[in-house]
T-cell receptor
Framework: LAKTTQPISMDSYEGQEVNITCSHNNIATNDYITWYQQFPSQGPRFIIQGYKTKVTNEVASLFIPADRKSSTLSLPRVSLSDTAVYYCLVGQTNSGYSTLTFGKGTMLLVSP | DTEVTQTPKHLVMGMTNKKSLKCEQHMGHRAMYWYKQKAKKPPELMFVYSYEKLSINESVPSRFSPECPNSSLLNLHLHALQPEDSALYLC??????????????FGQGTRLTVV
């Protein structure tokens, strides 16, 4: 399984755009990149997934360069409620299930 | 219904007790998972069930015993636990598939305290 490296923590203010970069140098050809968000004492929640280039949904964008050795989660105009831990995961589904391996994650603190 | 429901939400048990954690989903997912999460640490995979069969056991001690009675239910039976087993236990489910890493839906977890 590809190992991921993220900043341990980031600080931002309400209304700013936040970019969290994840490094995954040994990503395999068939691996997808997935980001999860976790609030204290809750289960992780899927945010976005991509394979290459750019993916956008209603909450975030995911930028993946051509070599796929890194990815950047972009959160537009964050609010206080975006304070959470964000996990970058790399992997694929084999034999009908995904073995999600969580790295240390990035603790994002949004201040007023 | 895109929910994974875990019960109980909180559990305090003694080291000689036997208890069970329950997890239920009605999304038709055929892959179900147990994770353990200690404070300020990422979730760690414990068990994976695929089509009600145990597919992965991440070298979990035998005092944790998983069970998948049907495609919607997943249990984790606990016996003779140690205080260091205190953690948030998370259940998740995902659609079966190949290739693309599928979205996993997590429950709110059971906060377990062993005294």
């Amino acid at each position: 399984l590809a190992k991921t490296t993220q900043p341990i923590s980031m600080d931002s203010y309400e209304g700013q755009e936040v970019n969290i970069t994840c490094s995954h140098n040994n990503i395999a050809t068939n691996d997808y990149i997935t980001w999860y968000q976790q609030f204290p004492s809750q289960g992780p929640r899927f945010i976005i997934q991509g394979y290459k280039t750019k993916v956008t949904n209603e909450v975030a964008s995911l930028f993946i360069p051509a070599d796929r050795k890194s990815s950047t989660l972009s959160l537009p105009r964050v609010s206080l409620s975006d304070t959470a831990v964000y996990y970058c995961l790399v992997g694929q589904t084999n034999s009908g299930y995904s073995t999600l391996t969580f790295g240390k994650g990035t603790m994002l603190l949004v201040s007023p | 219904d895109t929910e994974v429901t875990q019960t109980p939400k909180h559990l305090v048990m003694g080291m000689t007790n036997k208890k069970s954690l329950k997890c239920e989903q009605h999304m038709g997912h055929r892959a179900m998972y147990w994770y353990k999460q200690k404070a300020k640490k990422p979730p760690e995979l414990m068990f994976v069930y695929s089509y009600e069969k145990l597919s992965i056991n991440e070298s979990v001690p035998s005092r944790f015993s998983p069970e998948c009675p049907n495609s919607s239910l997943l249990n984790l039976h606990l016996h003779a636990l140690q205080p260091e087993d205190s953690a948030l236990y998370l259940c998740a489910s995902s659609q079966e598939g190949q290739g693309r890493s599928t979205e996993a839906f997590f429950g709110q977890g059971t906060r377990l305290t062993v005294v």
